[in-house]
């Protein structure tokens, strides 16, 4: 069936460190992939998505490709700041249900 | 547009009372989806409605119900809450079941003593 396998955390980085969120999928066919992002005492909220293979997502400094050989969709961004501390995770619609990962909490030190 | 909307926010109930939580999902958006958030087993999916209809259901006891209404807001009711049962309970609309992005609302924190 449909999954997500994201690193586990949580990820402590100190300011304007480069940050990775590993994120690997099985998925039938090719669906798009997401990324959610959930601040303290929040909801999650869409971070990017991409819908096909070799997209390339982004917002406010994150990235992330569709690599449908490696069936990866990692999380990075280049420099992170200590309001970039939360919770993010990988998601795909699957089959029946929505599919997310465990979620990766990331710390941001000053 | 006013994003997804959640109430109560907070809510205290003990151990054997029921309680229903509300959602009213982004306007235009038809599919209402609920997940249970606890530290320990994750974000889990409860179910979700499109057109008033339950289209899926995850894995839970029958004492987690719920229901959309014709406008698409959607309630879901917990009966003899157990102490299990506090969680964050998220509500989150998309605007069809074709696999898009999911919006999501602050949550109900619910607290069972």
Known sequence: GDSVTQMEGPVTLSEEAFLTINCTYTATGYPSLFWYVQYPGEGLQ????????????????????????????????????????????????????????????????? | KAGVTQTPRYLIKTRGQQVTLSCSPISGHRSVSWYQQTPGQGLQFLFEYFSETQRNKGNFPGRFSGRQFS???????????????????????????????????????????
């Open chain 1, 46 to 110: 869409l971070l990017l998505k991409a819908t096909k293979a070799d997209d390339k997502g982004s917002n406010k400094g994150f990235e992330a490709t569709y690599r449908k050989e490696t069936t990866s969709f990692h999380l990075e961004k280049g420099s992170v700041q200590v309001s970039d501390s939360a919770v993010y995770f990988c998601a795909l619609p699957g089959t029946y249900k929505y599919i997310f990962g465990t979620g990766t909490r990331l710390k941001v030190l000053a």
């Open chain 2, 71 to 113: 406008n698409s807001r959607s309630e879901m009711n917990v009966s003899t809450l157990e102490l299990g049962d506090s969680a964050l309970y998220l509500c989150a609309s998309s605007p069809g079941l074709a696999g898009g992005a999911q919006f999501f609302g602050p949550g109900t924190r619910l607290t069972v003593l």
